[in-house]
């Protein structure tokens, strides 16, 4: 199994207040993602990155904001939670976006629920 | 708009049993991956096999096999010899281009597969 850890694995919060969830793996993989799962879409993606400092959007970007200031570490902050961003968060790695490479290999979840 | 769709929403079959979970896609590329993840009750999700488009061999792993039909953009996954441990929800996922050489997965809804003992 890939070394890849999130953490918290669970987390309760009130609406309105900053969340910050961790990704962490010793894979020394590039290319990092953050995924959110809801019932009914699968997975769908929030933010990546594809080295230190270099992060981009995904397809449900609005409120998140991702950091990665070494290579073993993605964080995901959500400023500000509301109700709409319960889901349970995925972190996954690569080693390209290219070929057998950008297999994705995932973490095992937090569990994200928003009063 | 490039999409994936599963269309069973949830089976189930009989250990043993050999079971086709099925997965269409929507593209206009010509070389491109695509994926079958399983997510047991555990939530983990675990890469069950993975094709590359222009390989036409059907990629296989053990009693996981795919039929891939690359003009009909269809993505099959074949289970053999089911076992009560292949209970799980599974996701087909198409592996598309972002921007340069920047990627993304796209993911279906998912089915869920229950072996029954």
């Known amino acids: 199994d890939a070394g890849i850890t999130q953490s918290p694995r669970h987390k309760v919060t009130e609406t309105g207040t900053p969340v910050t969830l961790r990704c962490h793996q010793t894979?020394?993989?590039?290319?990092m993602y953050w995924y959110r799962q809801d019932p009914g879409h699968g997975l769908r993606l929030i933010h990546y990155?594809?080295?230190?400092?270099?992060?981009d959007k995904g397809e449900v970007s609005d409120g998140y904001s991702v950091s990665r200031s070494k290579t073993e570490d993605f964080l995901l902050t959500l400023e500000s939670a509301t109700s709409s961003q319960t889901s349970v968060y995925f972190c996954?790695?690569?080693?390209?976006?290219?070929?057998?490479?950008?297999?994705?290999?995932f973490g095992p979840g937090t569990r994200l629920l928003v009063l | 708009a490039q999409t994936v769709t599963q269309s069973q929403p949830e089976m189930s079959v009989q250990e043993a049993e050999t079971v086709t979970l099925s997965c269409t896609y929507d593209?206009?590329?010509?070389?491109?991956?695509l994926f079958w993840y399983k997510q047991p009750p555990s939530r983990q999700m675990i890469l069950v096999i993975r094709?590359?488009?222009?390989k036409q061999q059907n990629a296989t792993e053990n009693r996981f096999s795919v039929n891939f039909q690359k003009a009909a953009k269809s993505f099959s996954l074949k289970i053999s010899d089911s076992q009560l441990g292949d209970t799980a929800m599974y996701f087909c996922?198409?592996?598309?281009?972002?921007?340069?050489?920047?990627?993304?997965?796209?993911w279906g809804a998912g089915t869920k597969l229950i072996i029954k003992p």
């Open positions: 996954a790695i690569s080693e390209s976006m290219i070929g057998i490479g950008a297999t994705q290999y």
């Open positions: 894979e020394n993989h590039r290319y």
């Open positions: 990155s594809y080295g230190v400092k270099d992060t």
């Open positions: 593209t206009s590329e010509n070389n491109y991956y």
């Open positions: 094709q590359e488009a222009y």
């Open positions: 996922a198409f592996m598309k281009l972002l921007s340069d050489s920047n990627y993304q997965l796209i």
